[in-house]
């Protein structure tokens, strides 16, 4: 298996531009999560999905940020417009629903850089 | 309310056991993990326990909980160069998929 892929691995944009991460998770996950790292906040769960439908928003900063799940293979995170402040590393991850470990495995990541 | 603590950083000798600790609040998680993350890596999972156990090995690592104290370490054993990473507690509230993450120990390991 490939893994979690996420595309690009890293983007630099200047401020107000939108920014577009994606992400396919490992095939016949049923939960894929977006999540944001930086120095000061650490890792934060930033929404989650299950068969496609979001079941947890709460972590999305705030109304410049959206995800979608169109199908089983594909997600994405959208910052509009962006700003300095969102520049940190976008990690996408998915699990199993079977074995009730709800381990989840990680992409690589995408740096964000925004200027 | 959710919350995980991790000491920041740890400095072991190569050869030496390193052990990582943490803390977690929910009582009702239903299993603790621990990831690794390499430099310009994601996390990758190492190990977890069952919330119901005390102990768990799995070769040079050794994980210990004291549910009572909700308590969660992470013994390495023989430390190498290679473990050289950022260690992620985990605990996973109510028993569902949603994950809270510490803010994750640097192991550095020095000759």
């Known amino acids: 298996d490939a893994g979690v892929i996420q595309s690009p691995r890293h983007e630099v944009t200047e401020m107000g531009q939108e920014v577009t991460l994606r992400c396919k998770p490992i095939s016949g996950h049923d939960y894929l999560f977006w999540y944001r790292q930086t120095m000061m906040r650490g890792l934060e769960l930033l929404i989650y999905f299950n068969n496609n439908v979001p079941i947890d928003d709460s972590g999305m900063p705030e109304d410049r940020f959206s995800a979608k799940m169109p199908n089983a293979s594909f997600s994405t995170l959208k910052i509009q417009p962006s700003e300095p402040r969102d520049s940190a590393v976008y990690f996408c991850?998915?699990?199993?629903?079977?074995?009730?470990?709800?381990?989840?495995?990680f992409g690589p990541g995408t740096r964000l850089t925004v200027t | 309310g959710e919350d995980v603590e991790q000491s920041l950083f740890l400095s072991v000798r190569e050869g030496d056991s390193s052990v990582i600790n943490c803390t977690y609040t929910?009582?009702?998680?239903?299993?603790l993990y621990w990831y690794k993350q390499e430099p310009g890596a994601g996390l990758q999972l190492l190990t977890y326990?069952?919330?119901?156990?005390d102990m768990k090995q799995d070769q040079r690592l050794t994980v210990l909980l004291n549910k009572k104290d909700k308590h969660l370490s992470l013994r390495i054993a023989d430390t190498q160069t290679g473990d050289s990473a950022i260690y992620f507690c985990a605990e996973n509230p109510g028993g569902y998929n949603k994950l809270i993450f510490g803010a994750g120990t640097r192991l550095a390991v020095h000759p």
């Open positions: 326990i069952f919330s119901n156990m």
């Open positions: 991850a998915s699990s199993p629903q079977t074995g009730f470990t709800y381990e989840q495995y």
């Open positions: 929910d009582s009702s998680s239903t299993y």
